[in-house]
């Protein structure tokens, strides 16, 4: 399967709208921070109005650092599609790198929230068998505007690197068949199991 958005072996971003999204949800924080923390102890005396407006010129110091951070991270993430493996790399101060075999993929979730709606972008999360954070994505595609047709190219691409024909429907992978010998591993370890609860009984 050939996509005009997402070429094999070339990188992409995501959208310029993830900057916007970033920084929206930053803002709103904030925002609530104010509202249900800062008011509240203003309107109660913990706190005098002069230190209350020194929070907020901090706050708004914090609103534009955290803007040109959110370039910088923008800057820095790039994609790249591979006939058998997905490669990523991003971060401003610590750099991340990861490579996500396709044939390791379990899962491919579209998700888009409330802020991202109006932006036109949704994220992509991939899940991977033997990840360490359970229920938690390997890695998240965020701000991409092609999401839908990105899962089916990625799903194609599980599809193919674990046997199949490249055809069905459906956001979950099939995972891939045990082999004979992992097979004989678990015979091994259930007749253990069974020989332990005899034993007990």
Same mark, same amino acid.
């Given at each position: 399967?050939?996509?005009?958005?997402?070429?094999?072996?070339?990188?992409?971003?995501?959208?310029?709208?993830?900057?916007?999204?970033? $920084?929206?949800?930053?803002?709103?924080?904030?925002?609530? @921070?104010?509202?249900?923390?800062?008011?509240?102890?203003?309107?109660?005396?913990?706190?005098?109005?002069?230190?209350?407006?020194?929070?907020?010129? @901090?706050?708004?110091?914090?609103?534009?650092?955290?803007? @040109?951070?959110?370039?910088?991270?923008?800057?820095?993430?790039?994609?790249?599609?591979?006939?058998?493996?997905?490669?990523?790399?991003?971060?401003?101060?610590?750099?991340?790198?990861?490579?996500?075999?396709?044939?390791?993929?379990?899962? @491919?979730?579209?998700?888009?929230?409330?802020?991202?709606?109006?932006?036109?972008?949704?994220?992509?999360?991939?899940?991977?068998?033997?990840?360490?954070?359970?229920?938690?994505?390997?890695?998240?595609?965020?701000?991409?505007?092609?999401?839908?047709?990105?899962?089916?190219?990625?799903?194609?691409?599980?599809?193919?690197?674990?046997?199949?024909?490249? $055809?069905?429907?459906?956001?979950?992978?099939?995972?891939?068949?045990?082999?004979?010998?992992?097979?004989?591993?678990?015979?091994?370890?259930?007749?253990?199991?069974?020989?332990?609860?005899?034993?007990?009984?």
């Amino acid at each position: 399967m050939k996509s005009e958005q997402f070429p094999l072996d070339t990188p992409f971003k995501p959208s310029r709208a993830i900057i916007t999204w970033f $920084t929206t949800n930053y803002v709103l924080l904030m925002a609530f @921070i104010i509202v249900v923390i800062l008011l509240p102890l203003v309107y109660y005396g913990e706190i005098s109005w002069d230190s209350f407006n020194l929070v907020l010129v @901090i706050i708004a110091i914090s609103i534009v650092l955290f803007a @040109i951070w959110a370039r910088l991270y923008y800057d820095s993430m790039w994609y790249e599609l591979h006939d058998d493996e997905m490669r990523w790399k991003r971060g401003v101060i610590f750099r991340r790198t990861g490579i996500v075999p396709y044939n390791r993929v379990t899962n @491919i979730d579209v998700k888009q929230g409330p802020v991202m709606r109006p932006l036109s972008i949704s994220t992509v999360s991939i899940q991977t068998a033997g990840y360490s954070g359970k229920g938690v994505p390997e890695i998240s595609i965020e701000g991409i505007v092609h999401a839908e047709e990105l899962r089916e190219l990625l799903r194609t691409m599980v599809r193919v690197c674990s046997g199949g024909d490249g $055809t069905g429907s459906g956001g979950t992978v099939a995972p891939q068949a045990m082999k004979p010998a992992d097979l004989q591993e678990v015979l091994v370890e259930m007749r253990a199991i069974r020989a332990l609860l005899e034993e007990k009984l």
